[in-house]
């Protein structure tokens, strides 16, 4: 499956979004509802008003992670501009990102 990444016009992205992304440079976003395996999905950056466009590759429930590009194995994940975790087996864009895949630097 392929991903798609691009930057959408403003007037393309009102009210279309699914998830949201703290920051650019995050690897992740929240979803804002439930997002659907295969479902072709707009995330908004919070910080600067631009979109991202991902297709998932899993169900992604309500308030969960959804990773916005690929991170490689052992690569440091990034959610609100600072590293929230390590993700051992790495993960790509439109992955569900969760305890399964991610092991958190809190403990």
Request: aromatic share 6%; charged share 30%.
């Amino acid at each position: 499956m392929i991903q798609i990444r691009k930057i959408l016009p403003i007037s393309r992205r009102a009210g279309l979004h699914k998830f949201l992304i703290h920051r650019r440079g995050d690897h992740v976003g929240v979803a804002t509802s439930d997002i659907a395996r295969g479902e072709r999905v707009v995330g908004v950056y919070m910080d600067d008003g631009s979109a991202v466009e991902v297709v998932a590759r899993e169900e992604v429930p309500l308030g969960h992670k959804i990773a916005v590009e690929r991170c490689e194995p052992g690569g440091e994940v990034i959610e609100y501009g600072v590293r929230i975790g390590l993700a051992p087996e790495g993960f790509e864009a439109g992955d569900y990102v969760h305890t399964h895949n991610l092991k958190s630097a809190r403990w």
